[in-house]
T-cell receptor, first 112, second 112 residues
Framework: DGGITQSPKYLFRKEGQNVTLSCEQN?????MYWYRQDPGQGLRLIYY???????QKGDIAEGYSVSREKKESFPLTVTSAQKNPTAFYLC???????????FGEGSWLTVV | GENVEQHPSTLSVQEGDSAVIKCTYS??????FPWYKQELGKRPQLIID?????GEKKDQRIAVTLNKTAKHFSLHITETQPEDSAVYFC???????????FGKGTLLTVNP
């Protein structure tokens, strides 16, 4: 678990601003994921990437964008098009052929 | 896509009692079923998982059962302790891309 680092842990965004959440892993994992969690709710998949320079939309991709230029990095941008971005964001990774998905510690995003 | 239903949404037990949480899934291609424990404000932690070629798996006080025909799987916690209090999530994945679909969670409270 300690091999996935998310930053910042807390972030405040003004309406109309884009913000980027960082996710870095040193586990040499191929696949990386972004999930969103709302209070009292489960985790919903935003985007995922199975290989460098490739990514796919999850169930709630609208208003978000990602890039995967390096194996260890998968940043998430919350754009102004995301009308209700206040949530807990979790990054995760897994080694292809492996069993366990590891989560970062999460980032809290609040719109002010 | 996959749909995972989880019940109950809240569960309160006395210390020492057993707790059972049930999940159903819709996609017959799913073959990997992990369970996560999440404490308030923290990341989900994997507690046990099962693959579709196994019907039951145990790890000390925790067990998971899987019925592929009925497309449901369950988490069993025996001899519950106050530190078991948390939100528990089930999830399902087809395995090919490790794209997890989560249930909405069960808030377990173990009363001393």
């Amino acid at each position: 678990d300690g091999g996935i680092t998310q930053s910042p842990k807390y972030l405040f965004r003004k309406e109309g601003q884009n913000v980027t959440l960082s996710c870095e892993q040193n586990l040499n994992h191929d696949a990386m994921y972004w999930y969103r969690q709302d209070p009292g709710q489960g985790l919903r998949l935003i985007y995922y990437s199975q290989i460098v320079n490739d990514f796919q939309k999850g169930d709630i991709a609208e208003g978000y964008s990602v890039s995967r230029e390096k194996k260890e990095s998968f940043p998430l941008t919350v754009t102004s098009a995301q009308k209700n971005p206040t949530a807990f964001y979790l990054c995760a990774s897994v080694q292809t052929g492996g069993n366990t998905i590891y989560f970062g510690e999460g980032s809290w995003l609040t719109v002010v | 896509g996959e749909n995972v239903e989880q019940h109950p949404s809240t569960l309160s037990v006395q210390e020492g009692d057993s707790a059972v949480i049930k999940c159903t899934y819709s996609d017959s291609a799913s073959n990997y079923f992990p369970w996560y424990k999440q404490e308030l404000g923290k990341r989900p932690q994997l507690i046990i998982d099962i693959r579709s070629n196994v019907g039951e798996k145990k790890d000390q006080r925790i067990a998971v059962t899987l019925n592929k025909t009925a497309k449901h799987f369950s988490l069993h916690i025996t001899e519950t302790q106050p530190e078991d209090s948390a939100v528990y999530f089930c999830a399902a994945s087809p395995g090919s891309n490790y794209k997890l679909t989560f249930g909405k969670g069960t808030l377990l409270t173990v009363n001393p």
